[in-house]
């Protein structure tokens, strides 16, 4: 596709339950990055794949939270055990390259409330 | 670790007014430097960028100059439209984190009155 497309769109989850957000990058982009925004914030980083290695999960808030991107292409954020914290926008970024005045261009987001 | 301050708005202007927004940083690195627009239901769209020094961003009417020595990157618009009504979010990335990861700011709402 033209751009970085995520889906779904919007999630509701009640506490507990298991949600699993899907990122299709741009094609050939081997960077992907997720980000979560909170309301009224700027997006916070949490974890950065180059192809299928995801080499920085710093920014994953707990152990609930995991990320994959097996064939290097497509990405899966799952949250396990949803929380009300867990209430944001995540947003997937991909870029071409690693580098630091790379673009990364953004999809939509799934907005995400954990009832 | 590296941070990135917006000033608090919302910022409410007229038409054809002067726009400044303001955005200071601190980095470990050499950082590069975005702002990036969010228009109401879309998502992040980059504006404008500049990797070193004294660069000038500039991008439909929007300017913003990379400053060492102030270890700023203030966006400014001469005269700003009802259509530039938005959340304006300054950006860095560091290559000491090795990831090129973005650190933003919380994000400036404009909005622009006829």
């Known amino acids: 596709g033209a751009g970085v497309s995520q889906s779904p769109r919007y999630k509701v989850a009640k506490r507990g339950q298991d949600v699993a957000l899907r990122c299709d990058p741009i094609?050939?982009?081997?960077?992907l990055f997720w980000y979560q925004q909170a309301l009224g914030q700027g997006p916070e980083f949490l974890t950065y794949f180059q192809n299928e290695a995801q080499l920085d999960k710093s920014g994953l808030p707990s152990d609930r939270f995991f990320a994959e991107r097996p064939e290097g292409s497509v990405s899966t954020l799952k949250i396990q055990r949803t929380q009300q914290e867990d209430s944001a926008v995540y947003l997937c970024a991909s870029s071409s390259s690693g580098t630091a005045g790379n673009i990364q261009y953004f999809g939509a987001g799934t907005r995400l409330s954990v009832l | 670790g590296d941070s990135v301050t917006q000033m608090e708005g919302p910022v409410t202007l007229s038409e054809e007014a002067f726009l400044t927004i303001n955005c200071t940083y601190t980095a470990t690195g050499y950082p590069s430097l975005f702002w990036y627009v969010q228009y109401p239901g879309e998502g992040l769209q980059l504006l404008l960028k500049?990797?070193?020094?004294?660069d000038k961003g500039s991008n439909k009417g929007f300017e913003a100059t990379y400053r060492k020595e102030t270890t700023s990157f203030h966006l400014e618009k001469g005269s700003v439209q009802v259509s530039d009504s938005a959340v304006y979010f300054c950006?860095?990335?560091?290559?000491?984190?090795?990831?090129?990861?973005?650190?933003f700011g919380t994000g400036t709402r404009l909005k622009v009155l006829a």
């Open positions: 094609s050939g982009h081997v960077s």
């Open positions: 950006a860095l990335s560091d290559p000491v984190s090795g990831t090129y990861k973005y650190i």
């Open positions: 500049a990797t070193k020094a004294d």
